[in-house]
């Protein structure tokens, strides 16, 4: 769907502050997954602010579309986008990993206002989703699925197990978002495990395939759009770069989940442009 370039300018702002306190955060607390959560910033936001029908005053408002991030450890941004979003209060992102906190390290269905399913161990959230899916299809609910997985995470076989299924009950109010930045926590994805031509295999497992730039937000927001095909599950193959917006975290492993010292996050935040 074409949006307009006030809207894309609004949404490209909300992602520029979302990096920014996310690494603020991250340093803050010694912890968390810096990589990850800038790439898929964007998706997450897109999604949000922009495609999914939501009613944040009612988390569990039946007709809403559903959001499963499956991959679980770029939790910081998905806590980000949901307090903007109106989930919860902005100020409780300093909470994130505290004893009793609400904000865990990955995504709690049971404590999190947003949060559709816990997710941490790779591979399980789009066969969570599927479940989702075709729940909704036998209460004939008009309710989307997105799911978001990590390029990495399509390692696990519990991945096409579900696109497999998913075809043959022709899921078609399910689309997944790949954040497909090339990079997982042991290095390159080529030289981890090859995921070769993502395209022609979830297309020869039956799947609508869109793909698109996933960090630009009109360029998402028209993919999303795309996405949908009656009779099929789709996917949304959206080309990342781990740690984007930072030149030393771009496209390196190391910072999959390392602690951002002082030198580092100055810089950071000068790449970003905040005013010391």
């Excluded at 986008?81 to 390290?105: C, I, K, N, S, W």
């Excluded at 031509?197 to 009109?218: N, P, Q, Y």
Aim: proline residues 4%; negative net charge; contains cysteine.
């Amino acid at each position: 769907m074409y949006i307009e370039k006030q809207e894309a300018e609004k949404l490209q702002s909300l992602c520029r502050r979302f990096r920014i306190d996310v690494l603020d955060v991250l340093h803050e607390k010694q912890t968390g997954h810096p990589g990850g959560s800038l790439s898929v910033c964007e998706i997450l936001t897109t999604l949000y602010f922009h495609t999914a029908k939501l009613d944040p005053a009612h988390p569990d408002w039946p007709e809403r579309d559903r959001i499963v991030l499956s991959k679980g450890h770029a939790a910081p941004m998905l806590y980000r986008v949901l307090a903007e979003r109106g989930y919860f209060p902005v100020a409780q992102m300093h909470t994130l990993r505290d004893f009793d906190t609400r904000l865990q390290g990955h995504p709690c269905a049971l404590t999190t206002p947003g949060v559709e399913i816990s997710t941490g161990p790779l591979g399980i959230g789009l066969a969570a989703s599927l479940g989702i899916a075709l729940s909704l299809k036998l209460d004939g609910s008009k309710a989307r699925v997105y799911a978001v997985l990590g390029d990495g995470e399509l390692d696990e076989g519990g991945v096409w197990e579900a696109v497999m299924a998913a075809a043959k009950y022709k899921a078609d109010n399910l689309t997944a978002i790949v954040d497909w930045n090339g990079v997982q926590l042991d290095g390159a994805n080529d030289d981890i495990m090859p995921l070769g031509d993502l395209r022609a295999k979830f297309a020869a497992f039956g799947w609508h395939v869109a793909e698109c730039d996933g960090h630009d937000v009109s360029g998402l927001c028209e993919a999303y759009d795309k996405a949908r095909c009656e009779g099929k599950p789709s996917v949304v193959l959206a080309h990342t770069i781990k740690g984007k917006g930072v030149s030393f975290m771009e496209g390196r492993n190391a910072w999959h989940g390392k602690a951002i010292g002082d030198a580092e996050f100055a810089q950071a935040m000068k790449e970003l442009g905040v005013e010391a």
